[in-house]
């Protein structure tokens, strides 16, 4: 599901920017791969991480009981242009503006097989510290670049269904020394 939803972001970048043709990639960044192409939109999935607001939700019923809830995700993605600077400013301002107009992915972007699975994405730019930025290039042995920071939120993940557990049908307390 990981992949489809990086898939659809992609798909979505491509197809709002017609007049770029063929130039989003999907990339690790990663210095130990091989370096994106230039003249590029690099795509970056670079954190995986259970979306904080959804953690606790209550169990829900499955065909062998109740089981946890659905996993909630949010993927967090770097996005950087491959080419001169100037170019970097004006593609990543395209990218700002497709995904300000389209901040949430329906089934209609998402693909057959991902919007079985989930009713929606939503993107978000986030604000990322000096620091953030420092430690995510670090970790991909890179110099930094000019660079767009996204958050997906995707909802669910579905529990396998052997962690099911059965219902409680009846609940007896019996006091001693009552009669």
Known sequence: M???????LVGLITQETPDLADWVVLSSLS???V?????RLAVALYAVEEHPHLVNRPLVR?????????LSLR???LMSYTGDHDEAQQRLARV?????TTPILRSAELGPDLAAKVDSVTLRLTTTTA??????????????R???????????VEILERDGAGEVLAHQIDYVGTS
Do not use: C, F, M, T
Request: glycine share 8%.
């Open 2 to 8: 990981i992949r489809a939803v990086s898939d659809a």
């Open 31 to 33: 210095k130990a791969d």
């Open 35 to 39: 370096d994106p192409p230039k003249n």
């Open 62 to 70: 499955g065909s062998a009981g109740y089981v946890r809830a659905p």
């Open 75 to 77: 993927l967090k993605y």
């Open 96 to 100: 700002i503006e497709v995904l300000h």
């Open 131 to 144: 620091d953030e930025r420092h430690q995510i290039w670090g970790a991909l042995g890179r110099n930094a």
């Open 146 to 156: 000019l660079s767009l920071y996204y958050d997906a939120d995707v909802a669910p």
